[in-house]
Nanobody, 126 residues
Framework: QVQLVESGGGSVEAGGSLILTCTAS????????IAWFRQAPGSTREGVVV????????HSADFAKGRFTISRDKVKKTVTLQMNSLKPEDSAMYYC???????????????????WGQGTQVTVSS
């Protein structure tokens, strides 16, 4: 069973930055893809960015491009989400998720992922 633990959430003013870290219990075929999702109260869970662990290739949601960067450390078994130029609308619970395989075009579908962390809260004030 893959375990994912998120850390690094918190409160920041608009325009600020935060770094979220997802630590996986294993790097294996089960964690070929690791993504960050977010969910605000009353909203559906949406994909933010995903990375392919073997290649390091990322895919991002349009709202994340130019502001959010994903990276991974194979030795530490971590995936990091660097978030810059944060906006109040970025406020949400952020979740880390892992999957063996996702189609490049549908990576943002939560149903693609088998393993989830408990989430970390990000709050951006105006």
């Amino acid at each position: 069973q893959v375990q994912l633990v998120e850390s690094g959430g918190g409160s920041v003013e608009a325009g600020g930055s935060l770094i979220l870290t997802c630590t996986a219990s294993e790097y294996s075929y089960r964690t070929n893809w690791i993504a960050w999702f977010r969910q605000a109260p009353g909203s559906t869970r949406e994909g933010v960015v995903v990375i392919n662990n073997p290649t390091g290739s990322p895919h991002s949601a349009d709202f994340a491009k130019g502001r959010f960067t994903i990276s991974r450390d194979k030795v530490k078994k971590t995936v990091t989400l660097q978030m810059n130029s944060l906006k109040p609308e970025d406020s949400a619970m952020y979740y880390c998720a892992a999957a063996q395989d996702v189609n490049g075009d549908t990576w943002a579908g939560p149903w693609r992922y088998n393993y989830w962390g408990q989430g970390t809260q990000v709050t951006v004030s105006s």
